[in-house]
């Protein structure tokens, strides 16, 4: 828990999958809102450690934790022991194709709050490699007007036509075609020799065309903001919100 010094925890609650659900939230910042989605195995220190270089950027960054241990340095130990609980989580859509994950309702739901109290022309999401393509699906709701996509991995590659899924539904994707041609664009950030991101980013590019901004890190990195940190990434990150949030 010492990772979280500083943070404020809450709890937020909404419909998930028709069933009313709560998670923990951490908090920190003033300025406009941002909230970062982590990834697996869970709530880790260097997701903390990117969310406060969000806080000391001027950002009110919200953590909100969905699953798996929390504050702890990254360990594929851990990731093979939160595996199997997220893969039968009714919260989290793993493998099927044109399906929007069921906790993006959640999401949006936190994103309306967080706009309502800071304020601005809306709030910034980011997700990352497992929730990757949450953040996409938040743009849905007009208060996410800043999403990034760091390295999406789901639905998981291994079986036909899930490499180029947007992990989002025919409606949702009607939406955020919609909102790109009205001026909402998609930051999109991976290493470009990453194969877990499979054809993502060119499904990305063919459904909202010049909006999906499209950053390839040379390397074979995965974690483009936290275990395998870029400046690159990170510099992007800022100045997309910077531009869109302020």
């Known amino acids: 828990m010492d990772a979280l010094d500083g943070w404020t925890r809450s709890e937020h609650t909404d419909d998930v999958a028709g069933v009313r659900t709560t998670h923990p939230v951490w908090r920190r910042g003033t300025g406009p809102g941002v909230v970062v989605i982590h990834e697996l195995p869970g709530l880790s220190a260097g997701v903390i450690r990117f969310g406060e270089e969000l806080v000391a950027a001027g950002y009110t960054v919200l953590l909100p934790h969905l699953f798996g241990p929390l504050g702890r340095e990254f360990s594929n130990v851990d990731v093979a022991r939160v595996f199997p609980r997220v893969c039968i989580s009714r919260e989290l859509t793993k493998l099927a194709r044109g399906v929007t994950t069921p906790v993006a309702g959640w999401l949006r739901s936190l994103a309306r709050d967080l706009h309502a109290e ?104 995965h974690a483009t903001v936290t275990e395998h940190r870029s400046q690159v990434a990170v510099d992007a990150v800022l100045e997309f919100f910077g531009e869109r949030l302020h």
């Open 118 to 221: 800071v304020g601005g022309p809306g709030v910034g999401a980011l997700g990352m490699c497992f929730t990757g393509g949450f953040a996409l699906a938040m743009m849905v709701d007009d208060s996410t007007v800043a999403p990034v996509v760091c390295q999406p991995s789901v639905p998981f590659i291994g079986l036909p036509g899930r490499a180029a899924d947007l992990n989002l539904s025919p409606a949702d994707a009607d939406v955020v075609r919609r909102r790109a041609a009205d001026g909402c664009s998609v930051l999109g950030i991976r290493y470009a020799s990453d194969p877990l991101v499979g054809a993502r980013f060119d499904s990305l590019a063919s459904l909202i065309g010049d909006a999906f901004l499209r950053v390839e890190i040379e390397g074979s990195g």
